[in-house]
């Protein structure tokens, strides 16, 4: 374990590679605050939306500067940033309703509007899906073949 330093990522500092060192830096605020900075900035808009709705403004931020950043309790957001994140929350609700689709189409033949299809499977149908030919089965000698072969009699 001892031996070299150990860097987090997140913080972005050296500490000695013991883990009493380690678990006292990431129990530390710090340390934490910097975490949740890091993480936030790949969080899903419609997610940070409904919590910074449900949030009260932040006095320490409106002063000049919160110490506890993206970690803080209180909402960093003005009504223009929260307005804009709402138009943006909703640009993205309407395009997942539209790929649903488009993907259910995708996956669902049957809800195609038209039959070309640039599919390499809808190029060569399966044998199971043709339409049955009623007077093949009719002219087929069950008696005399084997399983899996078929031989039609050309008497009719």
Known sequence: MGGKSYYCDYCQCYMKNTINVRKVHNSGLPHKIAK?????????????YEQEVRKTPCA?????HCKFGLYCQFSHYDENQLKELEIM?????????????????????????????DHIAAQFPLRSTEKMNLNKLIKVDFER?????????KQE
Do not use: F
């Open 145 to 153: 073949n084997k399983w899996g072969e078929l031989t039609i009699n």
């Open 60 to 64: 320490r931020y409106r002063k000049g």
């Open 89 to 117: 929350v909703r640009q993205l609700q309407s395009k997942s309703k539209k790929k649903k689709v488009k993907s259910s189409k995708k996956y669902l033949p049957w809800l195609k509007e038209n039959n070309k299809d």
């Open 36 to 48: 949740v900075t890091y993480m936030k900035r790949y969080e899903h808009p419609v997610k940070v």
